[in-house]
């Protein structure tokens, strides 16, 4: 799941207990949330036509759930910063917290909640080392790029082809939000 769907997720739990339930629950629904996600696929100048279809769509139940137009651009103005559809077209990384993977690996190279200071001096020079062999491999060209989980190469194989059939023009605005909606959605 990439970061802007992981924020329209947790605005959708958030929201209320009644909306959570109706999304997990009504299958037009949370594909219409999926379909909001896709518009970080879109460029620049077409996210203005895809808030209107998607306003146009959007069933009177979902309304009464808070997804009125203005709720809709406060969602997706997140996703225009991540800017997934040039992303996408460079087969680049779609996350926004590029420090993640780093927090991760320093709380598992640490394993205490409290630890004193000279611990942490300790367990920061073995980061310290551990960063410029990396550095130094990078530099030889042995160290082989990060792999990534097969099913996120599936999905951004996928996602770049669609994108790719957009701009072509060989997909309208409603089939490539329907078709990224059900990507996202059978990968999530």
């Not at 460029?43 to 306003?55: A, H, P, V």
Request: charge should be positive; include cysteine.
């Amino acid at each position: 799941m990439t970061s802007k769907e992981k924020i329209s997720w947790r605005r959708v739990k958030s929201n209320s207990l009644e909306t959570y339930e109706y999304y997990r629950e009504d299958e037009t629904f949370s594909k219409f949330c999926a379909m909001l996600d896709g518009l970080a696929f879109l460029s620049i100048n077409d996210i203005e036509k895809g808030l209107l279809y998607l306003k146009d769509i959007m069933s009177d139940k979902a309304k009464e759930h808070g997804r009125k137009q203005r709720t809709i651009s406060a969602l997706y103005s997140r996703a225009i910063g991540m800017e997934c559809y040039g992303t996408t077209l460079r087969d680049g990384n779609r996350t926004n917290n590029q420090c993640e993977g780093w927090n991760h690996r320093f709380s598992n190279l640490v394993t205490h909640n409290h630890l004193s200071i000279w611990t942490l001096f300790k367990k920061m020079r073995l980061e310290i080392v551990a960063d410029e062999t990396k550095i130094a491999q990078r530099e030889l060209g042995t160290l082989d790029p990060p792999r990534k989980k097969p099913k996120y190469v599936k999905m951004q194989e996928k996602l770049m082809l669609l994108c790719l059939e957009y701009i072509n023009g060989e997909k309208e605005l409603d089939i490539f939000l329907i078709a990224i909606a059900n990507i996202i959605r059978s990968f999530i």
